[in-house]
């Protein structure tokens, strides 16, 4: 503004040599130098009251987050939009105020800036809502409104967020999902919902997308409604052209007429999802929401409860534990008031500055790396890191009369928003020999699952072979065996934690290995015994 001034002003220095006439057209330009000093203003105004805006917005947001983060970031849309709004939003104000440069914030912006979320981050947590919505079957409706397994919530998404969603899905080729959040899309829209992207963009990404799954009739009718919008979209006229043509020749090849697009909306159900990697999806996702369970009566009537005193062990004969039955072959266990709720919380003290996105071992070299089947934070702890690990190492052992010397090192896991790990073995098959050659300590035979919160919805542990769920409990813990007692591995031991849903859904396991059990544990006389 200073030197916009300063280039104008400069003539009149010259005033002197200026015309009756000249000195005229200066009043006008100093009238036109107030509009537009007016123009300014307002300008500044307006950039003004939408930093406001923001501000207003935010701090409500930020004062709800801030009384209880956890229990906020509990409900996975929140999640989400916090992933975006750092992502996306601060960045576009960020741009707002730079129009006016302002040291503070755009300081504070930098020094903040390293700990934002980036692009991946915001897709990792979009395709977290999108792996809930067909884990739980749930509408994109549902997630827009806030129904989650019967919670209402304020946390909403905009015609702009499913936009977004949709967005997500069509540029990773995933149009099933970029259908249902585009129709989502469109659907407020339509309802008279304000928003920034058009109804022209939301038809032209829905139209392609409805196409890619098949539907050429309802392609054709999306795009004739995009082409009524927008007549001179650059896409829109020959796509309709194009799959004009398309459905015509399968038509005549198939000696059909033509029938018009049914008029039903899209919803969850109108295509089929695609098949992925996972042979048992459906099986394990089934299981996930509560479906599917082999619990029958008569499998009911061999489950027990009992007090267990680790097989005499002295630090358990005048406190024994409670052991339930879980489930009879395999036999797995759950027992109860495992861990107090000081050390869940010093555990979690502890595990929360070194929590790392989760790893699995490599099968081939025996390495950790990240996978896209298990999503969740995990971190390692040992004994000598406090007396609370070694306590409850020191337990495990007496419980299980198996020695934890052996064991790998405590692992704390936090599932957030979507957070899960598909079906797996925690033992090393016959394939991988090599998995676990580095520790030197022989296979996984046993896994020790402690379960430090509860959760409010989804989270369980499933195992799709024989249909099993167990529900996460805060301070209980399960017991199973991966090996049978020849060292041969146990196939129906292969399980998942299911996507949480809402909550978060804290862990800490203890893989115990085979070394050091061969006289606690010693050979059965068959392979499966």
Not at 252 to 273: K, V
Request: hydrophobic residues 35%; aromatic residues 10%; glycine residues 6%.
């Amino acid at each position: 503004t200073k030197a916009f001034l300063y280039t104008v002003l400069t003539p009149l220095t010259h005033l002197q040599y200026l015309s009756a006439g000249q000195m005229t057209d200066l009043i006008y330009t100093e009238k036109e130098l107030v509009q537009s000093l007016r123009e300014y203003i307002k300008a500044e105004e307006s950039k003004l009251a939408a930093v406001k805006s923001w501000a207003n917005k935010l701090d409500a947001l930020t004062r709800l987050s801030t009384s209880d983060p956890e229990g906020y970031l509990a409900h996975p849309v929140n999640a989400y939009k916090l992933m975006k709004r750092l992502n996306t939003e601060w960045t576009e104000l960020e741009s707002l105020v730079l129009q006016n440069p302002s040291d503070g914030f755009i300081s504070n912006m930098s020094t903040h800036r390293q700990y934002f979320p980036d692009e991946e981050d915001e897709t990792g947590a979009a395709k977290a809502l999108m792996r809930l919505q067909d884990t739980y079957q749930l509408d994109s409706e549902a997630f827009s409104k806030g129904k989650l397994s019967g919670l209402h919530s304020s946390a909403l998404l905009t015609v702009d967020d499913c936009f977004d969603m949709g967005k997500t899905a069509y540029n990773d080729a995933d149009y099933y999902h970029a259908v249902l959040w585009m129709q989502q899309a469109l659907k407020q829209l339509d309802a008279g919902e304000e928003a920034v992207v058009t109804k022209a963009d939301i038809l032209d990404y829905l139209s392609y997308s409805v196409y890619q799954m098949g539907d050429l009739p309802r392609a054709i009718e999306l795009t004739r409604r995009l082409v009524a919008i927008d007549a001179s979209h650059q896409r829109a006229g020959g796509n309709l052209r194009y799959f004009e043509r398309l459905l015509f020749k399968q038509l005549n090849e198939m000696n059909q007429t033509y029938e018009p697009a049914s008029e039903e909306p899209i919803q969850l159900g109108t295509y089929s999802r695609p098949k992925d990697h996972l042979p048992e999806r459906e099986a394990y996702e089934a299981l996930c929401r509560g479906e599917g369970l082999q619990m029958t009566e008569a499998r009911r009537s061999r489950l027990f409860c009992r007090y267990h005193n680790g097989y005499m062990n002295p630090r358990l004969l005048l406190k024994p534990m409670k052991e339930e039955d879980e489930w009879d072959s395999p036999h797995i266990v759950r027992y109860l008031d495992i861990l107090s709720h000081g050390e869940i919380q010093k555990i979690k003290e502890l595990a929360k500055p070194r929590l790392a996105r989760a790893t699995v071992r490599d099968p081939k070299t025996g390495v950790l790396t990240t996978a896209n089947y298990r999503v969740s934070k995990s971190a390692w702890l040992e004994g000598e890191d406090d007396p609370v690990i070694e306590r409850v190492n020191q337990r495990i052992e007496d419980i299980t009369g198996l020695t934890v010397t052996t064991a790998e090192l405590l692992q704390v896991a936090n599932y957030g928003v979507g957070g899960q790990y598909e079906p797996h073995y925690d033992f090393s098959r016959k394939d991988e020999p090599d998995a676990f050659k580095r520790l030197g300590t022989g296979n996984r035979v046993a896994t020790f699952l402690n379960y430090m919160s509860d959760v409010e919805a989804g989270g369980a542990t499933v195992f799709p072979d024989f249909g099993a769920a167990i529900w996460p409990r805060k301070g209980t813990a399960v017991f199973w065996y991966n090996l049978f007692k020849s060292g041969e591995g146990d196939y129906r031991t292969r399980h998942a934690a299911c996507p949480v849903l809402v909550g978060s859904k804290w862990v800490s396991n203890k893989w115990i290995h085979e070394r050091g059990q061969e006289f606690r544990r010693p050979c059965g006389l068959t392979e499966v015994d």
